[in-house]
T-cell receptor
Framework: TQLLEQSPQFLSIQEGENLTVYCNSSSVFSSLQWYRQEPGEGPVLLVTVVTGGEVKKLKRLTFQFGDARKDSSLHITAAQPGDTGLYLCAGAGGSGYALNFGKGTSLLVTP | GAGVSQSPSNKVTEKGKDVELRCDPISGHTALYWYRQRLGQGLEFLIYFQGNSAPDKSGLPSDRFSAERTGESVSTLTIQRTQQEDSAVYLC?????????????FGPGTRLTVL
């Protein structure tokens, strides 16, 4: 099993602040996905990164895949209450079909 | 609906009873996945189907767990002789093709509570 560690586990910030969450592993992944999960719902895909060093932007969210394809980060600029949720990273490994999920970062943005 | 649906949304059962959880994937999606999410934890892979076949059952935690898929559509996850440690949210996902880079579309999950 290729383990993904996410940090921090919990994050509580005020509206307007910036934040970064991390996803780290000792394993190399062919691709890495970030999902957001809201209470009572299943995870929803935000982005997939494939190339080492790749940076993708989704409005106020910036995703980066490490050069060695072992780690990733998610940066949120000017967080809003609507950003509240559980952010999960998931890596695709050698099996080709299963995703290895981290435990997630639970983000709370208060007005 | 167009998304993945799961039923029931909530299930409370007594220890030792059997339960069946159902997943209806997106029409035409050939690959289907079951995950377990314990409180405060990430998603634990259980089993994956390609069509009606399950090439990898290694994620099933014990022989009390089994799953089947029929008609390349509906899947049922069965847990026999439930234990309290089986309490979790069981999530189903589907994707058009196999391959880790494919987006997995998740259902809302079934919250199982074993008393």
């Amino acid at each position: 099993t290729q383990l993904l560690e996410q940090s921090p586990q919990f994050l509580s910030i005020q509206e307007g602040e910036n934040l970064t969450v991390y996803c780290n592993s000792s394993s190399v992944f062919s691709s890495l996905q970030w999902y957001r999960q809201e209470p009572g719902e299943g995870p929803v895909l935000l982005v997939t990164v494939v190339t080492g060093g790749e940076v993708k932007k989704l409005k106020r969210l910036t995703f980066q895949f490490g050069d060695a394809r072992k780690d990733s980060s998610l940066h949120i600029t000017a967080a809003q209450p609507g950003d509240t949720g559980l952010y999960l990273c998931a890596g695709a490994g050698g099996s080709g079909y299963a995703l290895n999920f981290g435990k997630g970062t639970s983000l709370l943005v208060t007005p | 609906g167009a998304g993945v649906s799961q039923s029931p949304s909530n299930k409370v059962t007594e220890k030792g009873k059997d339960v069946e959880l159902r997943c209806d994937p997106i029409s035409g999606h050939t690959a289907l996945y079951w995950y377990r999410q314990r409180l405060g934890q990430g998603l634990e892979f259980l089993i994956y189907f390609q069509g009606n076949s399950a090439p990898d059952k290694s994620g099933l935690p014990s022989d009390r767990f089994s799953a089947e898929r029929t008609g390349e559509s509906v899947s049922t996850l069965t847990i026999q002789r439930t234990q309290q440690e089986d309490s979790a949210v069981y999530l189903c996902a589907s994707t058009a093709q196999t391959g880790g880079a494919r987006e997995q579309f998740f259902g809302p999950g079934t919250r199982l509570t074993v008393l």
